[in-house]
């Protein structure tokens, strides 16, 4: 962890490590490398939103990436949709020991009905496909989704477009040599494409 880590990330890494040992949140592997892997590369989407939202959606936040980091350092609110228990849990314990303003919502995506938000954003949840049926619902017109992918990026792109309208820009990521964050926007559903997640 970098020396001058805000101290609410600090606490957050402290807690996650803790809980890690009763609930499988990262890799055992990942845990040396866990602030270049998983909270550095969920930061960087900060280096790429195009305006700072006023509120935000995180499909599938597991241990916290990318949405309650961003919550964390940025202040931007965040509704963290995350099913497993154990993990919203652990969602819920960060946000109190950090003081992130974030609200954990502990139902299925596509079953929440949450009110659009200008960002939605995902990370190793599904492919872009599934992901768009997701977020379109939960995207404010005009607002864009932020998904950090692997290699296989430019093969979700085309299969993603079988079923779906939309502008996408692959940038580069900070992290990985082999990742990408995909910005997505004006995402409309193909009138023969399937919307099944």
């Not at 809980?19 to 990942?30: I, T």
């Not at 931007?76 to 919502?105: I, N, S, W, Y």
């Not at 299925?108 to 939605?120: D, F, H, S, W, Y």
């Amino acid at each position: 962890m970098p020396p001058d880590a805000p101290p609410a990330l600090r606490r957050y890494v402290e807690l996650l490590l803790r809980w890690n040992r009763a609930v499988n949140l990262v890799s055992p592997r990942d845990i040396p490398v866990l602030w270049e892997r998983h909270i550095a590369d969920s930061l960087q989407l900060a280096s790429v939103w195009r305006r700072r939202p006023e509120r935000a959606i995180d499909l599938g936040s597991g241990a916290g990436f990318p949405g309650l980091v961003l919550a964390i350092a940025y202040g931007v609110p965040f509704d963290l949709m995350e099913q497993d228990r154990g993990k919203a849990a652990f969602l819920r314990e960060a946000a109190r020991v950090t003081g992130a303003p974030v609200v954990v919502v502990e139902e299925k995506i596509e079953t929440a009905g949450l009110r659009p938000a200008p960002l939605v954003t995902a990370r190793a949840l599904a492919p872009l496909v599934r992901l768009l049926a997701y977020a379109a619902p939960l995207l404010d017109v005009g607002g864009e989704c932020l998904f950090l992918k692997g290699r296989g990026a430019g093969v979700e792109i085309v299969e993603a477009r079988r079923a779906w309208s939309m502008d996408v820009e692959q940038i580069p990521s900070r992290s990985g040599s082999d990742g990408v964050v995909l910005r997505v926007s004006n995402v409309v559903a193909s009138p023969s494409g399937g919307r099944q997640p």
